[in-house]
């Protein structure tokens, strides 16, 4: 049975506790992520930034000066283990409107899964089982 880290991202942008928050939200825009992982120095993972958790910042105008990710984030994040099996996740991302979980080993960030990775996943299995069947 598949586990997250098979299909896992594993070069995971994340950013730290304290980062100003409109450098993380700059961050997710150049890199066309709607979500980012936020650690402590060690990579422990401590929550997590997403755009509706940036979407706050409209209510905020004027008051967000010195602000950081801490203020914003989504706390605890959800997340999985390593050796979580796919179809934990899959279930996680399909009854919940999140489209990306952390993935830790030891409270460490290693990887992220998102609905993306799952969805490429069901499309190489499909390839390689059309592949097998001629």
Known sequence: MLQAKDI???DVISVKTGTP????V???????????PVVEDD??????????DVLRLYYDRGSEAGKNVD????QPA??????????DVCSCLVNNVFRRVPVVSGGKLVGIVSRKD????CILRTRQENADSC
Do not use: P, Q, R, W
């Open 118 to 121: 799952i969805i490429c996943e």
């Open 26 to 36: 700059e961050l997710m825009a150049e890199n066309n992520i709607t979500g980012i």
């Open 21 to 24: 928050i409109y450098t993380a």
């Open 78 to 87: 959800i997340f999985f283990s390593e050796k979580e099996s796919l179809h």
């Open 71 to 74: 203020d914003f984030m989504t």
């Open 43 to 52: 990579m422990t993972l401590v929550g997590i930034l997403t755009e509706k």
């Open 8 to 10: 896992m991202t594993e």
